[in-house]
């Protein structure tokens, strides 16, 4: 019976022949052992993967043009590939298998793999990547990718993959990959699982696409014109399962096994720390040492709605931030590092715009003077059919008492509530509802009647939006409005609204932004920094409204067959604020010119044009010098991002201008070095990386500031599955230095070993008289954590 079964399933394609209408995924019932030797019948076999067997039985690479099915992407979009790269996909009860030949043109060179560590970036890398979508509503799906050493990389497509792929989510799957000379061989089987679809769907939407940078080339399977990006889920291809012993009107995939999916999580860590933040620390000073035990859990309600519980989580192994320069009135934004808040994230976090968010998960467990410990956390989300994504989130975090102050932080229970509703194509409606309590806490507020009231500390952000992104791609859009509650906030008040549209062609890009936030709209569990103004003389925040209009336009040229440029073109834009009676406070424009190199470098010059009418006092450089009123100037500014395929590629940018009463000269980068592979296999082991900024300001001959950013990391990979990192931060700006050694051992999939050490040091004041200040150790904690997943 199974030898029947097999004939038929290699009859329906073997595994991924490109039909009339869609590529077939067949059903296979034999086992299929992922080693990248491709031994199995269902491969030996398939039509797409164009190999002939010598006498011993083995795989000989043949080129074949009848087999030519991918289009190249970069450096041009309407040729076939020069560099061929076959494919194969099946599937059992428990796997979705996936096979690819990618040629190797050149093997003389060396493959361009900045190291061996996973979750690569596919702008430096060579790869090959899968781009899946269950649900075929061209906004969310899935994206794994192996390189030629076998690293791993998987990531969720988001908002329909016009910004690329988040790589933070994580998720158990298996690759293999044997190099061979003039070609290279990668085998993946991805357990269902691990994905979310709908059972009873036939047709999934996929691409495959390939990264052959030594040989300056991205192709992929489904065409993907050049200005958009490559994971865009609007131009996958359609994917049929085919299964022989599923009979009538059934998906294949109704036969894949439901396992109990429960996934157990649990941790063991223990922190030793010593000393505290702005003040100096001894090596005689006592070291407190910090046990702890938690765990997470995922349970699969269905095939595509999940359940998360987390239980005294720990984030010790977390990745620092980078650090920023602040030059402006308002807090900066960082982003997400912690695994339970990435998995779906986008279906909380992307309401709103970047500085209009109505839940920004680092609110919950990170308070201004460091961590504030989670007691524990449950979140549902995924899809109901296939049009419908649904998220709930409940986290309550523990009070804390603050040293520094003598305050406490109270204990908070935050909910969170989405709901999106596909529409059209790829375009949603949505709904979001957040709000946090803080627990046992009392606010006088003045009501209607003007009496002095008492409630529970609360504040809630209800919002509903709109998302447009049409077949093509050409248009994309976003219109919201958002409503927040809180004890005291009188009627028909606290409202935030904004629209966003762009069209995007070859040749023109035309893009149209607007955004009002009310004094009284408070998202204290979101990101909404443009309303809080600081006054230095009063030492008060002071809240105001705001407007922002930001109309862009580009027009790219795209010459034929230039041996030098791909293409260029000239960028005019304005960003503007305006306060409450629409009088403007901010403005920012600039006129560009882009050149983008057939190597893969950019330049970009332009002419900027800044406008500013403060309203409160404003110390930029902390110096005690306040600027207020009307001021505006020019400058230049400058960018050059080198080949980034060579071994030493880099970032760099310089801008020269006014600044307020005097001139600013600013000049900054980022550089990496990756050391030539080492061994018989050439393998890429140790990558050095640098970033920098410099800033001078002169304000005449009152006083000259200067500030610097310098950041040095290293990353040294053992093997594919073990790392190190080591990460040096100097901010003269913050007057901090932070140094963070990080050790990462995964010994199988989703389990990890992590040893963890950070020194922080500060500024402070010299007792000596000949010495103004110094930096000293204030802070350092060594943290070891051992995370295993039950599955």
């Not at 051992?745 to 004041?765: A, E, K």
């Amino acid at each position: 019976m199974k030898r029947l079964l097999l004939f038929l399933g290699l009859i329906a394609v073997g595994g991924a022949l490109r039909s009339q209408s869609a590529t077939v995924c067949a059903f296979t019932p034999e086992p299929v052992v992922v080693d990248g030797l491709l031994n199995e019948s269902v491969w030996q076999r398939s039509p797409s993967l164009g190999y002939k067997i010598d006498e011993r039985g083995r795989f000989v690479w043949q080129r074949d043009g009848s087999i030519d099915w991918f289009t190249q992407q970069y450096p041009y979009d309407t040729s076939r590939s020069e560099t061929q790269t076959r494919f194969a996909m099946a599937f059992d009860e428990k796997y979705l298998y996936a096979v690819f030949i990618c040629e190797n043109r050149h093997p003389e060179k060396p493959y361009v793999i900045q190291s061996l560590k996973r979750d690569f970036s596919v702008t430096n890398t060579d790869a090959v990547v899968l781009t899946l979508s269950p649900f075929n509503d061209g906004q969310n799906g899935f994206s794994f990718g192996v390189t030629p050493f076998n690293s791993q990389r998987e990531g969720s497509v988001e908002n329909g993959g016009g910004f690329g792929v988040t790589t933070a989510w994580d998720q158990v799957w298996y690759s293999a990959t044997q190099r061979m000379g003039d070609y290279w061989v990668a085998e993946v089987a991805i357990p269902f699982n691990s994905l979310r679809f709908n059972p009873m769907q036939k047709l999934w939407r996929f691409n495959v696409a390939r990264f052959d940078f030594k040989n300056n080339e991205v192709s992929s399977f489904a065409r993907v014109p050049r200005n958009f990006n490559i994971s865009s889920l609007v131009f996958c291809d359609s994917m049929f399962f085919s299964n022989p012993a599923v009979q009538g009107d059934v998906s294949a995939l109704a036969a894949v096994k439901k396992n109990k999916n429960l996934v157990l999580i649990p941790y063991v860590s223990g922190i030793g720390q010593q000393g505290q933040s702005g003040r100096r620390t001894n090596l005689t000073d006592p070291v407190t040492a910090a046990p702890k035990l938690g765990f997470d859990a995922k349970v699969a309600l269905s095939r595509s709605l999940n359940l998360d519980v987390t239980v005294n989580p720990d984030f010790a192994q977390v990745d620092v931030d980078v650090q920023q320069v602040n030059l402006t009135r308002y807090s900066l934004f960082f982003p997400e590092r912690r695994q339970f808040f990435i998995e779906n994230s986008d279906l909380f976090a992307s309401f709103g715009f970047r500085q209009i968010r109505p839940f920004f998960s680092r609110r919950i467990g990170l308070g201004s003077q460091g961590l504030v410990p989670i007691v524990g956390g449950v979140r549902m989300s995924g899809k109901i059919g296939s049009n419908v994504r649904l998220g709930l989130m409940n986290i309550t975090t523990q009070s804390q008492d603050l040293m520094s102050s003598g305050g406490v932080i109270p204990a908070t229970n935050y909910s969170v509530f989405a709901l999106q509703r596909k529409v059209f194509t790829a375009s949603n409606v949505a709904v979001i509802a957040v709000h946090d309590q803080r627990l046992n806490t009392l606010v006088n507020y003045v009501d209607r009647q003007g009496r002095v009231a008492q409630s529970g500390d609360y504040n809630s952000v209800l919002g509903t939006e709109f998302n447009l992104l049409t077949k093509s791609n050409l248009w994309a859009g976003k219109g919201f409005v958002q409503k927040s509650l809180y004890p005291g906030l009188r009627s028909g008040a606290g409202y935030a609204h904004a629209t966003w549209l762009r069209y995007r062609s070859l040749n023109w890009t035309a893009m149209w932004n607007h955004e009002y936030v009310s004094k009284q709209f408070v998202a204290r569990t979101g990101f909404v920094p443009r309303t809080d103004n600081y006054d230095p003389v009063s030492g008060k925040v002071i809240k105001y409204d705001y407007w922002r209009l930001e109309p862009m336009l580009t027009y790219s040229i795209y010459p034929k067959r230039n041996k030098h440029i791909n293409h260029y073109g000239l960028v005019l834009s304005n960003s503007s604020y305006y306060d409450s009676s629409f009088h403007g406070t901010e403005s920012e424009s600039e006129l560009g010119l882009d050149l983008n190199f057939q190597n893969s470098s950019l330049f970009h010059v332009s002419v900027d044009h800044s406008y500013y009418d403060l309203f409160l006092p404003f110390d930029p450089l902390d110096e005690g010098k306040l600027f207020f009123g009307k001021y505006q100037w020019t400058g230049v500014h400058t960018e050059f991002t080198t080949n980034n395929r060579k071994p030493l590629s880099g970032y760099l940018e310089a801008s020269y201008g006014g600044y307020f009463m005097g001139r600013k000269a600013e000049f900054g980068g980022n550089l990496s070095y990756r050391v030539k592979g080492v061994g018989k296999q050439k393998l890429p082991l140790l990558l050095f990386a640098a970033n920098f900024n410099h800033i001078n300001v002169l304000m005449g001959d009152s006083f000259t500031s200067a500030i610097n950013l310098i950041g040095f990391k290293t990353e040294y990979s053992i093997n594919t599955n073990t790392y190190f990192t080591g990460f040096v931060q100097y901010n003269t700006q913050s007057e901090k230095m932070n140094v963070n050694l990080r050790f990462q051992w995964r010994y199988r999939p989703m389990s990890d070993f992590f040893l963890v050490y950070s020194q922080n040091y500060d500024q402070f004041q010299s007792v000596l008289p000949n010495r103004s200040s110094y930096f000293g150790p204030s802070f350092r904690s060594l943290a070891v954590k051992w995370v295993y997943w039950f599955n």
